[in-house]
């Protein structure tokens, strides 16, 4: 019995950070298309991971990876995505 609950910690440990994931202004355009373009390979990256330096170089990074299985990422929701980790980031 014992052994078990180390299992079920590191589970709830898992669904929590999975299920409840809170960002900065949920509610901003920026934020919005970050959750939907940025969740297509890996889960949702946290904004305050990483400086605006960082978030440049991670886009610039980004972008080929979308290049190379030809999913289209505008230069407009670029932009938008780049202000809103600009403004939340490290
Ligand atoms: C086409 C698929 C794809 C899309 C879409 C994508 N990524 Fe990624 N991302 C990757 C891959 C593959 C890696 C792993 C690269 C590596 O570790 O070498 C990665 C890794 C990352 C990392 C590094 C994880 C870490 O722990 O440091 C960050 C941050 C990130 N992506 C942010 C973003 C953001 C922001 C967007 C939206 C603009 C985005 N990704 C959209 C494929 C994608």
Known sequence: ?????????????????????????????????YQERCTKCHGLPGVTRHTPEQWDQLLVMMDDFMQEKNIAFPDQEKELIRNYLHRNAK
């Open 1 to 33: 019995m014992l052994k078990v609950l180390p299992m079920i910690l590191v589970s709830v440990f898992l669904i929590s950070c999975a299920g409840t994931q809170t960002i900065p202004e949920p509610k901003s355009p920026g934020a919005r298309l």
